[in-house]
């Protein structure tokens, strides 16, 4: 279990850097990229919304009328205020349009992440906890006309449904991080200075984490899963509601299948602690191949300004799109299973994956994690693992085309203003 958003750049190394050695007061010069063996700073602390922050790379503002001599690799730089009036304005229209346009680089991503792609995360979901379909819709095209046979005859409500609920889990999540971080020695972040130690005790951080927000990742399950032709008009804390129903036994009815959440802790804290690690993994090696790519291009001929601030946003957000995708394709039989197990018990009534109208019940009967697996190896082939595999396709291909027009839009900005 994990937020859509992946963690970004909490552990295995990725905070720490030149923030650690400026401190607090400013005690400690802060750090130029004027040489290669400080690349190093790249690897930073990723903000609530790419490219919002961190928009000069680390480096302070020049003094006031001191000038600036920047080097090959250096990244955009303000300029100095000078009486002459207009190369000072040209600096801050510059300078508001480069924090603007690394908003709107990183309002489009998280859109995507999070609004575009629900229909996807809709129908992947439907498909996985499906035992009865004998249509798989491992490609695209399948998916696409299954989707547009749900719009039809129930509206777009179909596709969109539960979106409330995985905000609420990922704030959960972020909020039970937190606190428990505060209250325990566990450390929420892993400096470039760890220990196996270090590493053990943030991995515990995040599988408690992973533990509390497990009941409103169950009930969020089920609002993306439930039909919208028996689906009454829930309000938006019903999911915090159903959550907290499921840990004291109380709330809707379920049935005598229904697994004890004790048995759902090894299944959703192993899909959660591994998806990190991948994520966290292929984020630093993809960052890594683009510091290096970027540095020799600067090596071998002098860079525009345009590629300059292009290079200083959109690592960073490719690096988060190589994570999710490579995590989510990893472990994409191990999160059918999960939600198989999740949604067990929970008389939930999806929509008919294979016609596109019509209703089916869940009723299976697993007995836990190793039966699951067993089960549909056994009766759907290992195919059955990756039902749904479709929607991950056009998923990622949406977010891809995504950054791409909005990296477009970005330099077409850039060069009108330069």
């Not at 720490?16 to 050695?21: E, L, N, P, T």
């Not at 229909?119 to 004998?134: D, E, F, K, S, T």
């Not at 009815?253 to 690690?277: A, D, E, Q």
């Amino acid at each position: 279990m994990h937020p859509r958003r992946p963690d970004g750049f909490d552990g295995l190394g990725y905070r720490g850097g030149a923030r650690d050695q400026q401190g607090f007061g400013g005690a400690f010069p802060a750090r130029s990229f004027s040489t290669g063996s400080d690349l190093g700073h790249w690897v930073t602390t990723p903000p609530d919304i790419p490219g919002s922050r961190n928009l000069h790379w680390g480096e302070k503002s020049p003094p006031y009328g001191v000038p600036t001599t920047s080097t090959p690799y250096e990244g955009p730089t303000e300029e100095p205020f000078s009486s002459g009036g207009s190369g000072s304005v040209q600096g801050q229209s510059s300078e508001q349009l480069n924090r603007f346009a690394g908003f709107g680089i990183g309002l489009a991503s998280l859109f995507t992440e999070n609004v575009l792609a629900h229909p996807c995360i809709v129908l992947r979901r439907q498909c996985q906890v499906n035992y009865h379909a004998q249509h798989y819709h491992l490609t695209p095209f399948t998916v696409i006309n299954i989707m547009y046979s749900f719009n039809k005859t129930q509206g777009p409500r179909a596709l969109w449904k539960g979106m409330g609920s995985t905000f609420i889990v990922q704030g959960v999540t972020l909020g039970a991080e937190g606190i428990i971080s505060e209250f325990t020695p566990l450390p929420r972040e892993v400096l470039h200075k760890w220990s196996p130690k270090q590493i053990g005790e943030h991995l515990l951080l995040k599988s408690l984490t992973y533990v509390v927000a497990m009941p409103f990742y169950s009930a969020s399950l089920i609002e993306t899963v439930q039909s919208e032709i028996i689906r009454d008009n829930t309000g938006i804390l019903e999911c915090v509601k159903e959550g907290i129903g499921r840990v004291i036994g109380m709330g809707v009815p379920h049935s005598k299948r229904l697994l004890p959440l004790l048995s759902l802790i090894f299944p959703t804290v192993l899909h959660g602690v591994l998806h990190y690690i991948i994520s966290s993994i292929i984020q630093k090696f993809v960052l890594l191949i683009l510091k290096r790519k970027t540095y020799n291009s600067h090596l071998a001929e002098s860079t525009s300004p345009v590629q300059s601030m292009l290079d200083a946003y959109f690592p960073e957000l490719i690096a988060n799109f190589a994570a999710s995708l490579c995590s989510d394709v990893i472990l994409y039989p191990l999160e059918t299973v999960l939600h198989r197990l999740h949604i067990q018990g929970t008389r939930t009534i999806i929509d008919n994956t294979d016609l596109g109208y019509e209703v089916l019940p869940i009723n299976t009967q697993y007995e836990g994690m190793r039966d699951c697996i067993n089960t549909i190896r056994q009766e759907e082939g290992v195919f059955g693992f990756y039902k749904g595999f479709g929607a991950v396709i056009i998923q990622y291909t949406l977010h891809a085309a995504v950054l791409q027009i909005t990296k477009i839009i970005y330099s077409t900005l850039l060069q009108n203003n330069i």
